[in-house]
């Protein structure tokens, strides 16, 4: 079965400073990973993905995410931390083997960026 | 692009009555939707895959006969929570995929239901 680990229930971080939020998974076949973001009481907004390809993914507001292989890790970082950016995000994961699956989300880390 | 709407953003209802949500796709064409439930600071709990034209698809534990989902057309699925009970209470969050190959899912922005 696949899952997806995210190990911090909470981030705190400086505003201006740079963030990651970890992610880990477990899957069989090769990975489609995605990052989404949720604000209190909306739904999720789609961030980034990992289908194939660079390593090293660019998506919204700035955010990137880093495909790790070998640790089977897809962190999602920032260079610069804004205060909007305090919100809960979620790892979500896909395996590709044995026909279609369905996406596993990880439980949630809160970050939190200090002004 | 690639919005979703949910309708009603929250509802109050009395036990035992039942509770129709509705999710659109605004800009494309959904051949997949999917409904979910999220519990106060838990993730979210895949309920059903419904595919245009054909029933639904149900995770283990979701009762079919409670939690009724229709998608009627590629741009809507109902998710009618029956005979609501107050353990019913929760956050209901439908997302949709386009056809083709991308793999995203767009999210819709949920429904809080309160059964009182």
């Known amino acids: 079965a696949q899952s997806v680990a995210q190990p911090e229930d909470q981030v705190n971080v400086a505003e201006g400073n740079p963030l990651t939020v970890k992610c880990t998974y477990s899957?069989?076949?090769?990975?489609?990973l995605f990052w989404y973001v949720q604000y209190p009481n909306r739904g999720l907004q789609f961030l980034l993905k990992?289908?194939?390809?660079?390593?090293l993914v660019k998506g919204s507001y700035g955010f990137e995410a880093e495909f790790n292989k070998s640790q089977t890790s897809f962190h999602l970082k920032k260079p610069s931390a804004l205060v909007s950016d305090s919100a809960l995000y979620f790892c979500?994961?896909?395996?590709?083997?044995?026909?279609?699956?369905?996406?596993?989300f990880g439980i949630g880390t809160k970050l939190q960026v200090i002004p | 692009g690639a919005v979703v709407s949910q309708h009603p953003s929250w509802v109050i209802c009395k036990s035992g009555t039942s509770v129709k949500i509705e999710c659109r796709s605004l800009?494309?064409?959904?051949?997949?939707m999917f409904w979910y439930r999220q519990f106060p600071k838990q993730s979210l709990m895949l309920m059903a895959t419904?595919?245009?034209?054909?029933?639904?698809?149900?995770e283990q534990g979701v009762e079919k006969d409670k939690f009724l989902i229709n998608h009627a057309s590629l741009t809507l699925s109902t998710l009618t929570v029956t005979s609501a009970h107050p353990e019913d209470s929760s956050f209901y969050i439908c997302?949709?995929?386009?056809?083709?190959?991308?793999?995203?899912?767009?999210f819709g922005p949920g429904t809080r239901l309160t059964v009182l």
């Open positions: 997302s949709a995929k386009p056809g083709g190959p991308t793999d995203t899912q767009y």
């Open positions: 899957v069989s076949g090769n990975p489609y």
């Open positions: 990992y289908i194939t390809g660079d390593n």
């Open positions: 979500a994961v896909r395996g590709t083997a044995g026909g279609y699956q369905k996406v596993t």
């Open positions: 419904s595919n245009e034209g054909s029933k639904a698809t149900y």
């Open positions: 800009d494309f064409q959904a051949t997949t």
